[in-house]
């Protein structure tokens, strides 16, 4: 499968952005799918995931309350919808499909990544 992210760009801290993230070869209709993010020097973490059926979400703490994940298996598409931006939230931003079927947070669940997409807050 082969991923493509879009979206991000230079937002104020408070605003919001919404990242997609669009599937295409094999479908991950099946497949949970998920967003991470990056800053330089650091490793990869998780920031949010959804089931294969789009009725179970997990979130890292830090995105709580802030953003919400839906996809349209119509589509094969994925969404980030990111509000109350704060500057570190500013990162590198990817989206991958899982192995598994139900959301999780390990990052080894997901084996296949798209390239990233830059979202920067400004403080």
């Known amino acids: 499968v082969q991923l493509q992210a879009s979206g991000g760009g230079l937002v104020q801290a408070g605003g919001s952005l919404r990242l997609s993230c669009a599937a295409s070869?094999?479908?991950?209709?099946?497949?949970?799918m998920g967003w991470f993010r990056q800053v330089p020097g650091k490793e990869r973490e998780f920031v949010a995931a959804?089931?294969?059926?789009?009725?179970?979400?997990a979130f890292a703490d830090s995105v709580k309350g802030r953003f919400t994940i839906s996809r349209r298996k119509a589509d094969n598409a994925m969404h980030l919808q990111m509000t109350s931006l704060k500057s570190e939230d500013t990162a590198v931003y990817y989206c991958?499909?899982?192995?598994?079927?139900?959301?999780?947070?390990?990052?080894?669940?997901?084996?296949?990544w798209g390239q990233g997409t830059q979202v920067t807050v400004s403080s």
């Open positions: 991958a499909v899982s192995r598994r079927a139900f959301a999780t947070s390990t990052i080894a669940d997901f084996p296949s």
């Open positions: 070869g094999r479908t991950a209709s099946n497949n949970a």
């Open positions: 959804i089931s294969w059926s789009g009725g179970q979400t």
